[in-house]
């Protein structure tokens, strides 16, 4: 167990604490740097990430036994980001920059990234949490499950919301994009169907 971790490395890292876990600085290094390798961090507590976590074309699993959060310094650069365990996960930096996200977590996922966003496969397969908020500064993308049961999924983006393969399952579905939305997998299942489009684009939801 330790209380801060911090690694600058070509190779891969996995990194299990018995406690909570701090991504900051230890000694001279500064966050987590791989040069395109994978990272996995699993805490049996908290997990904050305090400083930047920059992976390339790696994938970034953190499987945390507690709620996980991110400081204004600490956003995740990755090829792919797999949430595992308890959470919840609050990772909404704006500086946030994956290609796809994935994962199956007990409670909540509020996840914010700087431009193209894809709900897919990083080892686990879709993404199913009690509730989900994805917010995209690109297009934003559903190609395998969103599944919060009886939970709620909020869907956001600037430019358009697509949906190529999966299915959505949820009690309230919030969309809010600017250049359309097409939702239209014949596997959705929400209760309740909120969706704003502000500028141009079509609109459609099966």
Do not use: H
Not at 97 to 106: E, K
């Amino acid at each position: 167990s330790v209380t801060t971790l911090a690694a600058d490395t070509t190779g891969a890292i996995s990194y299990r604490d018995t406690s909570a876990l701090v991504v900051g600085v230890v000694g001279g290094t500064t966050g987590i740097t791989t040069t395109n390798d994978n990272v996995t961090l699993q805490t049996g507590g908290t997990l904050d990430i305090n400083e930047a976590v920059a992976l390339g074309l790696g994938n970034l699993t953190l499987n945390a036994g507690a709620a996980a959060n991110q400081a204004a310094a600490g956003n995740i650069t990755a090829a792919g980001l797999e949430l595992l365990g308890t959470g919840p996960y609050t990772l909404t930096n704006a500086g946030n920059n994956v290609a796809t996200i994935a994962g199956s977590v007990t409670n909540a996922v509020q996840y914010t990234d700087t431009d193209d966003l894809t709900v897919g496969s990083v080892t686990t397969v879709g993404l199913a949490a009690s509730g989900v908020v994805l917010s995209a500064g690109d297009t934003l993308t559903l190609s395998q499950n969103v599944n919060t049961g009886a939970g709620d999924v909020r869907l956001v983006s600037t430019a358009d919301v697509t949906q190529d393969g999966g299915a959505i399952t949820a009690n309230n579905l919030g969309v809010r994009a600017v250049t359309g939305v097409t939702l239209a997998q014949p596997g959705n299942n929400a209760v309740t169907v909120a969706i704003l489009n502000t500028t141009s684009g079509n609109v459609s939801y099966q």
